[in-house]
């Protein structure tokens, strides 16, 4: 009977580790994306076991795609319902699009200037034996060490200094 239960379950979708293969979506974020509602309900067995079906499997790799550009939960499931929404307004994706691209424009400004502050400690660092370091100074807030200068004194005596 196992046999015949298993046999007429698989018939109708995939198993959880088949969809994951095929969509690149790992079985436990597959769950995780259920429990959010991102994927309706699928089909159990009469053992329990979720078989999926290719609309499923398309729904996954819509998501696979939309985190591989950044897109977080909310603006996936938003995305989602307008992607099944066939009588969907092109503008209201395009909406969506545009304001994670503006998001992604300021984030990406913020790690350039992450970048460069790191740069400019790490230039001033000599790397040598010396316990001097402009990188420890600067990440401890010494505004001379962040503020590229060269800095020659000792660290000064109070909250940037864990023995002050």
Known sequence: MHDRETHSAKSSGMTIGEVARQSGVTPKMIRHYESLGLLPAVGRSEAGYRYYDATALHELCFIRQARSLGFGLVQIAE???LWRDRQRSSQDVKR????????????ITELQQMQLSLQRLVTQCHGDERAQCPILEGLAGDPAASAGENVSRTTKKGCHDPAG
């Open 79 to 81: 995305l989602l319902d």
């Open 96 to 107: 969506l699009a545009e304001q994670h691209l503006a998001e992604l424009a300021r984030k």
